[in-house]
Nanobody, 118 residues
Framework: VQLQASGGGLVQAGGSLRLSCAAS????????MGWYRQAPGKQRELVAT???????NYVDSVKGRFTISRDNAKNAVYLQMNSLKPDDTAVYYC?????????????WGQGTLVTVSS
């Protein structure tokens, strides 16, 4: 299983970035796809998740600024991040999860660093 995340970088506050995650080795359609982030000295937190049926969940701090989407034909999930703030600085991780099957079916990508300067 591979989750290859890309698209991170350095951006000024108010700017935008688009993260991409390409999945392989899983039956993509059956997985809840998500983005999590971990800022320095903090615990990893959920940013957004999306099911195959299009059910979407966001952490309150990104609502109205971030948009998660998935392309089942490409086995990919995206995170469009607008109006970025310095507090959004973190390593962003792609996640694929089938909670109904237990922790063995919970996969993580390698992370991509997003740095937002003030």
């Amino acid at each position: 299983v591979q989750l290859q995340a890309s698209g991170g970088g350095l951006v000024q506050a108010g700017g935008s970035l688009r993260l991409s995650c390409a999945a392989s080795g899983i039956s993509f359609l059956f997985y809840i796809m998500g983005w999590y982030r971990q800022a320095p000295g903090k615990q990893r937190e959920l940013v957004a998740t999306i099911t195959n049926g299009g059910d979407i969940n966001y952490v309150d701090s990104v609502k109205g600024r971030f948009t998660i989407s998935r392309d089942n034909a490409k086995n990919a999930v995206y995170l469009q991040m607008n109006s970025l703030k310095p507090d959004d600085t973190a390593v962003y991780y792609c996640n694929a999860n089938r909670p109904e099957l237990g922790s063995r079916f919970n996969y993580w990508g390698q992370g991509t660093l997003v740095t937002v300067s003030s």
